[in-house]
């Protein structure tokens, strides 16, 4: 028995050591790449000063109107992830994506990622540069902070228009992350073996290699850290806060749906009782994930400009 003791305590030794060594090497390969990365990420739009740090804005395209992109949650680089879509509504429209606090090229904050916060910030760089009356458009969580927003701004904003987008009262948004196990993660660098190993998705045809090239750089940057993972410890309560919450019933609305969710079948009524509670609401069902503006860019930027002709031939 005793001999069985002391080899079983020499290989568990041993496997600690292993184990040990392997995560000081992640560690230490992550803290030297993120350095040897952060000079080969190539800069695009403007940074924008908000409660004394930096967010990033870019503002492309020319028209009548102007629309305001706003990424869903964890988003690496929102100007790099809307760039399909963006792209083609820029032909004949005025586009400004706002990378919050945290994602792609912005600061991080110390702020608490409330929905109240994340609102005012956002709201803070339009006044910045002066844009002043919009269409509001988001993906994913977007859908519950553009609602605050709408409610706030109502003089400035013209129209909602979600990707996707998430909904008050939508199922199995109380869970609690383990953003603390999370963190250590990331120091530990393993959120870079796991990218490694999985990749970054962005596989689809509307994505260069250099395109994909900077979103992995970025993701490195970005992903889990303080200011993502307060987000992600909020999201519980930013959606228990918005669970009765509604749109202006006067704010014209339209949502681009997953047709077919199967993890949740009442994605697509969820949306369409959404799209209820105001005078001008439509939903439009589209083939494909969560990230439609990936793969139906063009069919979401023509279904807009069909919406905003039937809008604006009944206004006469």
Same mark, same amino acid.
């Given at each position: 028995m005793k001999k069985f003791a002391k080899r079983a305590v020499f290989v568990v030794s041993g496997i600690a050591a292993v184990v040990a060594v392997g995560l000081a090497t992640t560690t230490i390969v992550n803290v030297v790449a993120s350095g040897t990365e952060a000079d080969q990420i190539e800069a695009y739009g403007q940074p924008v000063q908000v409660d004394g740090r930096d967010m990033n804005v870019l503002v492309t395209g020319d028209g009548p109107e102007t629309i305001v992109l706003l990424p869903g949650y964890g988003t690496a680089s929102p100007v790099l992830d809307f760039a399909p879509l963006v792209d083609d509504l820029a032909q004949d429209h005025r586009v400004v994506v706002v990378e919050p606090?945290?994602?792609?090229?912005?600061?991080?904050?110390?702020?608490?990622r409330t929905t109240e916060n994340i609102v005012t910030e956002v709201h803070?760089?339009?006044? !910045?540069?002066d844009i002043n009356r919009y269409i509001l458009a988001g993906h994913s969580i977007a859908g519950i902070y553009g609602i605050e927003y709408a409610h706030r701004y109502r003089e400035e904003v013209s129209a909602f228009v979600g990707i996707d987008t998430?909904?008050?009262?939508?199922?199995?948004?109380?869970?609690?992350?383990?953003?603390?196990?999370f963190a250590v993660v990331k120091n530990l660098g393993l959120i870079r073996v796991v990218k490694a190993i999985d990749g970054i998705g962005y596989d689809e045809p509307a994505y260069s290699d250099e395109a994909r090239e900077q979103i992995r750089l970025i993701s490195n940057r970005t992903a889990l850290t303080p200011t993502i993972l307060d987000e992600?410890?909020?999201?519980?309560?930013?959606?228990?806060?918005?669970k009765d919450a509604r749109f202006p019933a006067d704010l014209p609305l339209l949502l681009f749906v997953e047709a077919d969710n199967a993890g949740n079948p009442d994605w697509l009524p969820l949306h369409e009782r959404q799209a209820a509670t105001v005078s001008d609401g439509t939903v439009i069902a589209v083939d494909g994930e969560h990230y439609l503006h990936?793969?139906?860019?063009? !069919?979401?930027?023509?279904?807009?400009?069909a919406w905003e002709q039937t809008r604006r031939t009944a206004n006469g």
């Open positions: 606090f945290g994602y792609g090229l912005s600061d991080g904050t110390d702020r608490p803070a760089a339009l006044q !910045e540069l998430s909904v008050p009262g939508q199922p199995n948004m109380d869970i609690v992350f383990p953003t603390g196990l992600m410890d909020h999201i519980r309560t930013n959606f228990a806060d918005a990936h793969t139906r860019a063009p !069919e979401i930027a023509d279904g807009f400009r």
